[in-house]
């Protein structure tokens, strides 16, 4: 009784947390990460829902839940860590295949979802080996092939991470990994969902613990990480290789290059591109897309005041500065500049 109490208090904060994220947060990726939290969260309602009695006295959500929505977790993650790792932009058409399994799902469980409740909950504990488990089989696996991949994508790029955000997603995605194989196993061997509760109560007190040291100790977590995750060049290289990159960007103004990629610059400065990566995370405490962003926002701001450039665009000044389109350079400018660059043009006139 203790751990569903605690279970549910934990549900009733996940909800919480993905409301201040949806609605303080405008990023998509903050919204795609506050969808994940409130899955979690209402999953663990409806498993201490249809673990108690209370699922006897009101049948109409049994079996309409769980299924399906553990289809969502890997899609979600995924586009997650894509628009706020990878810099993706928006959705488009090769995204679509993310929901398919989520269809398939759907299709194959809709003549048990419409059934009445009584009929449905009959039906269910009747064809739990022919029906239920192969679903159960199908989730699983979904779990773990996102879990896979996810974990493959955050491993390449954590190294260009700053420390906290590393930590961070290296702590995330090794947890949703260890959950999709924990799942997976007690699939296929758990005598009942019953069972499933101590998995949920130690993933989520896993959670709770990290989200406390990442907002009240990242001091804590950031020696941590400095100690376990860092294969390590020694700090005067790091320091070296920082001088390399401010005389590249400040001095000859590389960042104005709009094809320049981390590979690009560290041919240009002759630095091999983890070491780079690794005095981005650790020395100068920036990602190298927001670090060069930050270098040709300044230059933006410069073409925005001066007079003989006031007939360009805001599109022409972007290009100018070393953007590819108009769209990156205003959440760019936004981001460094608190404004947007139509109103920081306008307080120059």
């Not at 049948?59 to 289809?71: E, L």
């Not at 290009?319 to 990156?328: M, P």
């Amino acid at each position: 009784m203790l751990i569903k109490t605690i279970l549910f208090a934990y549900a009733i904060l996940a909800i919480f947390v993905s409301g201040g994220l949806f609605f303080q947060k405008k990023n998509l990726h903050y919204r795609l990460l506050s969808s994940f939290v409130l899955l979690l969260g209402l999953e663990m309602i409806y498993f201490l829902y249809a673990t108690s009695p209370i699922r006897d006295l009101y049948p109409q959500f049994a079996g309409r839940y769980y299924f399906i929505s553990g289809f969502f977790y890997g899609p979600l993650l995924w586009f997650h860590l894509q628009f706020s790792l990878k810099g993706k932009e928006k959705f488009n058409l090769k995204d679509t295949w993310h929901l398919l399994p989520i269809g398939l799902a759907i299709i194959y469980f809709t003549d048990i979802l419409v059934l009445p409740d009584a009929e449905r909950i009959a039906y269910i504990q009747q064809h739990f080996s022919d029906r239920i488990m192969p679903m159960n089989y199908a989730r699983a696996l979904s779990q773990l092939v996102y879990g896979v991949i996810i974990l493959i994508l955050v491993h390449g790029l954590s190294a260009a991470l700053p420390p906290l955000k590393r930590i961070f997603y290296i702590c995330l995605v090794s947890l949703y990994f260890l959950t999709s194989v924990l799942i997976s196993w007690l699939t296929q061997f758990a005598d009942s969902w019953n069972d499933f509760i101590v998995i949920y109560f130690v993933i989520n007190t896993v959670v709770m613990l990290i989200a406390y040291m990442l907002y009240w100790q990242p001091d804590f977590l950031l020696e941590l990480g400095e100690k376990y995750l860092n294969s390590g060049i020694p700090r005067k290289d790091m320091k070296r290789i920082q001088v390399k990159i401010t005389s590249a960007l400040a001095d000859e103004q590389i960042f104005l290059d709009n094809q320049l990629n981390l590979k690009a610059f560290a041919a240009h400065i002759k630095e091999n591109p983890h070491h780079i990566s690794q005095t981005f995370s650790q020395l100068i405490r920036e990602s190298f897309r927001d670090h060069v962003n930050r270098y040709r926002v300044e230059f933006a701001k410069v073409l925005l005041h001066k007079e003989e450039l006031q007939h360009y665009t805001i599109e022409a000044i972007a290009q100018e500065a070393g953007f590819n389109n108009r769209v990156t350079f205003n959440k760019a400018f936004s981001k460094f500049a608190r404004t947007k660059p139509s109103a920081y043009r306008n307080q120059g006139n």
